[in-house]
């Protein structure tokens, strides 16, 4: 991917959290939003925000490392790190909880000069019992751009569940085969070739080789086991010593920055999207409970507005015009109370949403109000000649209002339903610019392959 179109991810998803911010920020003076309990229930969503944004704005790329006791996930960080950081020995368990260590990829081209690398390195995931367990690792997962799952040989049934697991975050993935040199050349090739053809999980129904390609399973040796080496000395002894060899991660290396390249900035702006998207989803789910029931009462009288003000004009066309524009007021006022910035224009875009996904029924509305304003309209004109014809305009104005405001309170609980979502909509809303990035990505790329796999999970 360019380097230029990654910059613009980059720039756009800053934007977007950076609005994100601005309106939550002004949510908070809202009266009702400054009710203390639902401060305390979003602080974290705000904060997860916050933190976010600060990690777009410094360029840092998460990469977290999974897998079960004993398969070497410190040693492979502390190789691609160049210096034994993270904590390694031969006992189970070294690895208590998440550590973070920040690394500086070495300079190989101007996009890898514009990022730093933050290593998440975890406790085995079969140590941590059930609940927990999922827990860490959904929340290490969600702040992961790129996830390494290491395993030492066949893979087990535990780390096959936890592999399709993680999978379902939707993050790039690759698979770390490591202590390759515990293994012959064949016996490696057979493993490698395993990986690629495991049979059906009866859980996903998805094969490996679905959840990842070739290209995505990678072999090393972070911490080589000693080699005993005879030594001749000039004297004519011999001599056997211990050597430990040089780690074999030169590829994970070189695939890690290839991916930086390509796409690693564009990775940073589209999970850092989707963590703000979840975020608003969150503070949304919280706050509906205290504007919910002042929304309700907005909507009803909003409803009784338009239905009096259809059914007393008695010109047609005007009736139904008024109609619309109370159903826009009535939008802006949804808007104004969850402190939503919307203009007339954004007003008239999600009524004409509204209007076209009702399966017809709201535009069914318009019609019916539309010809019982024009036999309402007639009534009006020969009432003079007819005072019989009152009546008829009295029951026609009656039904025409009664339509008309059962139309504004499905527009109303349409309008309200989509608004309680937040900021994720609009020209710099997540959905908006995760689509933008998500129809970029060149073929090639880690992002391609997982594309319809996030469009999903985003419901876009």
Not at 219 to 235: F, G, H, L, N, S
Not at 280 to 288: F, G, M, P, Q
Not at 411 to 417: F, L, S, T, Y
Request: proline content about 3%; some cysteine; aromatic content about 6%.
């Amino acid at each position: 991917m360019a380097s230029n179109q990654q910059e613009s991810h980059l720039n756009r998803a800053r934007a977007s959290l950076r609005q994100t911010m601005s309106w939550y920020s002004h949510r908070g003076n809202n009266q009702q939003l400054s009710h203390s309990e639902v401060q305390a229930a979003v602080r974290n969503e705000l904060e997860v925000l916050s933190n976010t944004l600060e990690k777009l704005d410094q360029g840092v790329i998460c990469i977290a490392a999974f897998g079960l006791v004993s398969r070497g996930k410190s040693a492979v960080l502390n190789a691609l790190i160049g210096q034994k950081i993270l904590q390694t020995g031969p006992l189970n368990g070294v690895t208590q909880w998440p550590k973070s260590v920040r690394w500086t990829p070495p300079v190989t081209n101007e996009a890898v000069s514009k990022v730093q690398v933050e290593f998440i390195d975890t406790p085995g995931l079969d140590e941590i019992n059930g609940q927990a367990r999922g827990e860490m690792a959904k929340q290490v997962a969600r702040q992961a751009d790129l996830i390494l799952f290491v395993i030492s040989g066949d893979i087990t049934r535990t780390e096959y569940q936890a592999l399709c697991e993680l999978r379902q975050s939707q993050k790039p993935l690759i698979l770390v085969f490591n202590k390759i040199d515990l293994y012959p050349e064949q016996d490696r090739q057979t493993i490698y070739q395993q990986l690629q053809n495991l049979g059906v999980n009866t859980t996903t129904g998805k094969r490996l080789e679905q959840l990842l390609s070739k290209d995505e399973i990678v072999m090393v040796a972070a911490e080589p086991a000693p080699i005993e080496v005879r030594v001749e000395w000039q004297d004519g002894r011999v001599s056997y010593e211990w050597e430990k060899p040089e780690p074999q991660i030169d590829d994970l290396r070189k695939k890690i920055l290839n991916l930086l390249n390509k796409e690693g900035r564009s990775l940073l702006a589209l999970n850092a999207l989707v963590q703000a998207r979840e975020a608003e989803a969150n503070i949304a789910s919280k706050t509906v409970d205290v504007l919910s029931a002042e929304a309700d009462d907005l909507i009803w009288r909003y409803a009784q507005y338009k239905a009096l003000a259809v059914a007393l004009n008695p010109i047609a066309v005007l009736d139904v015009l008024g109609g619309t524009i109370t159903d826009l007021a009535l939008i802006r006022s949804l808007a104004k109370l969850y402190n939503l910035p919307i203009t007339g224009y954004e007003a008239g875009k999600l009524l004409k949403t509204i209007l076209f996904s009702g399966g017809g029924l709201l535009l069914g509305e318009l019609g019916s109000s539309l010809f019982l304003g024009i036999g309402k309209s007639a009534s009006a004109l020969t009432t003079g000649e007819n005072p019989s014809n009152i009546f008829t305009y009295g029951s026609t104005a009656i039904a025409q209002g009664g339509i008309a405001g059962y139309g504004a309170y499905v527009v109303g609980k349409a309008a309200k339903a989509y608004l309680e979502q937040g900021a994720t909509w609009g020209q710099l809303g997540a959905n908006t610019v995760i689509t933008e990035i998500l129809s970029q990505v060149e073929s090639n790329t880690i992002l391609y392959r997982l594309r319809q796999e996030l469009q999903q999970k985003i419901n876009l």
